[in-house]
């Protein structure tokens, strides 16, 4: 650390190794100066105080590598889940790094791997009360489905360490209760109205974000898929597989064209590179990006599909343009959008219509799910391949808000009044009213004669 004579007064400036920049301290952070004498001493006192800190980091490493080499270990593991899950794996090194680490190096301070598994039922209590940390802020505590994520990575790691022959025994850390995961409601579909409202308010704010909305309403898209739709994954003519086909026809359900899909952009945010190219992951569940795992979505609402065909007509005249080169999958039908704008955009728009119960933009996806599981009579297995699930309980989550829904409109209808027996079943000749009796009327004759014979 070093001084400076500035506005009459003194500062101070330290190197931050982290940020690798100079930083210069505030006023409250260091006493009243008045010579240059206080100011030496005040940066030898800093100076004494950040090599002390510095010592007890280097001894820390040290004791941490007295068994394995966490730095060289957490690499290992990160290359292992890039090939295992390619579209979880930052996340999962994200978990390691922040939560599970901290755990066992720091809290219970055991760096021998092979006894980690003493302290699992810690470390469930621990995430139970520790507190959210995203985006360098701390927020309420973690929710149990993430809890799980957590658990998941650290099991995978126990996996990759086993597998490295690093550790002897595969312990596995038991997960949360499925009841204790928040599950979303009926809350999460959208009412026909007020899908109208958010439509024609978005409109008003941006034609793209409005164009989104719709399409993802009546097609149950994942919000990145949909941002990667490109010139090669729309088709206008209905689908030419007789399955799909065949699976639609009982329910009178007729697509106007379908989305064919076996990639989604990689980057989060921009979705574009330095050069304007869309790098491309594989889709949710997949481990690579192959033509035997599309994934096929019908587009049965027309207006939807009119909308897809003017965007893709509009990037067609880009591509004969070559403005983005020759491949047509860097084309996005919804280009100059991302999902951090969309999202601002549902939301300021809810708040401006006054909504008590501010929908996300995957609320789509359970109002389709939704939409789509009455309509085929609860064929959950043509819901799945819809909607590109890996198994059906995940579709069951989406898919068991119209029964609930029936089920409260039944309640409240109920409690307007008494229950009456419907007008053409009061004849007790009737055979509905006959399926209606207590058993004992219904066959009254054959218990008088049982009991006439002494039975």
């Not at 982290?18 to 100066?33: C, F, Q, W």
């Not at 990667?228 to 007789?242: H, N, R, T, V, Y």
């Not at 008590?356 to 043509?382: F, I, M």
Request: charged content about 25%.
């Amino acid at each position: 650390m070093y001084f400076q004579r500035r506005h009459g007064g003194y500062s101070f400036i330290y190197y931050d190794p982290e940020s690798k920049k100079n930083v210069r301290l505030s006023k409250t952070e260091h006493p009243v100066i008045r010579t240059d004498a206080e100011a030496e001493a005040f940066c030898r006192r800093w100076d004494a105080k950040f090599d002390a800190l510095k010592s007890r980091l280097h001894k820390k490493l040290a004791w941490q590598g007295r068994f394995h080499n966490f730095v060289e270990l957490v690499t290992l593991y990160e290359k292992a889940r890039q090939e295992e899950a390619p579209n979880s794996w930052e996340d999962c090194v994200s978990f390691l790094k922040y939560y599970i680490l901290p755990f066992f190096l720091e809290v219970k301070e055991e760096h021998n791997i092979n006894n980690w598994h003493y302290h699992f039922e810690a470390f469930r209590d621990y995430l139970e009360t520790t507190p959210l940390l995203k985006r360098k802020r701390l927020k309420k505590t973690l929710a149990y489905s993430t809890m799980n994520n957590i658990i998941h990575a650290l099991n995978a790691f126990i996996r990759t360490m086993y597998r490295r022959r690093l550790i002897t025994h595969p312990d596995r850390c038991r997960q949360f209760s499925n009841h204790k995961l928040n599950r979303r409601t009926d809350q999460a579909v959208i009412e026909p109205t007020l899908q109208t409202w958010i439509y024609t308010a978005l409109q008003a704010v941006n034609t793209t974000s409005a164009d989104l909305f719709w399409v993802s309403l009546h097609t149950g898209m994942r919000l990145n898929e949909i941002l990667g739709i490109s010139l090669a994954d729309f088709f206008s003519d209905p689908p030419e597989c007789d399955v799909i086909r065949r699976a639609l026809a009982p329910y009178h359900l007729k697509p106007y064209g379908f989305i064919s899909l076996n990639s989604q952009p990689a980057l989060p945010r921009s979705l574009r590179d330095a050069h304007q190219r869309v790098p491309r992951k594989p889709l949710k569940g997949k481990k690579r990006i192959d033509p035997e795992d599309c994934r096929i979505i019908p587009v049965f609402d027309q207006d939807a599909y009119h909308l897809l065909i003017q965007r893709w007509n509009h990037q067609q005249h880009a591509y004969r343009s070559k403005r983005y080169g020759s491949d047509p999958h860097d084309y996005l039908l919804f280009n100059g959008i991302s999902r951090n704008i969309y999202a601002r955009h549902i939301r300021e728009v809810q708040k401006h219509l006054k909504i008590d119960k501010l929908h996300t933009p995957h609320d789509t996806r359970h109002t389709y799910s939704t939409w789509l599981a009455e309509q085929t009579g609860g064929n959950y297995a043509l819901c799945r391949m819809i909607l590109g699930h890996s198994n059906v309980d995940i579709t069951m989550r989406y898919v068991h808000l119209q029964a609930r829904l029936k089920r409260q409109l039944k309640t409240r209808l109920q409690l307007d009044g008494p229950l009456r027996i419907a007008p053409e079943s009061v004849n007790p000749l009737h055979p509905q009213y006959q399926n209606t009796l207590p058993l004992r009327a219904r066959f009254a004759n054959e218990i008088n004669k049982l009991e006439a014979l002494g039975f």
